[in-house]
């Protein structure tokens, strides 16, 4: 059976770390290479990091059928999950590994059931996820504002996942999401 484990989780969360960590652990896991309509960030690269698409490229594309899922994450600002990406994945045997918003999240899960895992990574307290976001530095108080009422929006979506992972302490979090995916795969 093709399968996926899908990460979701308010800004903030620890969730990308803990989805980097994963794929050195687990071989047959394999990242899910998203499309966005945002510029570039840093280092980042076409085809590695995100498929970059122009704005009127990603929604010609989504007229096409191309995506399995998208969202308008921020304003203005697409975000997707190609068709082809999740198929070259499956067509290897692998497990595809989804590193996206709560709402693509919980439609991927309506849509592949048992097929997917989908779970729910939990900043532990308000005040710790406005610490986390405070100390990236890379914020103005307005986004962290934004962020943060976006988070608590977020946060009622938890119930709709198969599991929540509290991210309280990071290093336990890593060792109980490598549990949930031994517990999925049926590994030991
Ligand atoms: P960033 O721009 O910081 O890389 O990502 C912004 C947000 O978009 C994150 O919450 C990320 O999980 C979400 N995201 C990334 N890829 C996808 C995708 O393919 N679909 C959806 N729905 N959200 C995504």
Redesign the pocket.
Known sequence: MNRMIIF?AP?GSGKTTIVKHLLTRFPTLEFSI???S?APRGEEQHGKD?FFFTPDDFTARVQRGEFV???E??AGVY???LRSEVERIWKKGHVVV????V??GINLKKMYGKQALAVFVRPPSPEALQQRLSARATDTPETIRLRLDKAAYELTFAPQFDIELVNDDLASAKLQAEDLVRGFLEID
Not at 98 to 101: E, V
């Open positions: 979701s800004s998203s499309a966005t945002r995100y899922e998208w969202e994450v921020y975000y997707g999950t989804f590193d996206i918003d709402k693509g």
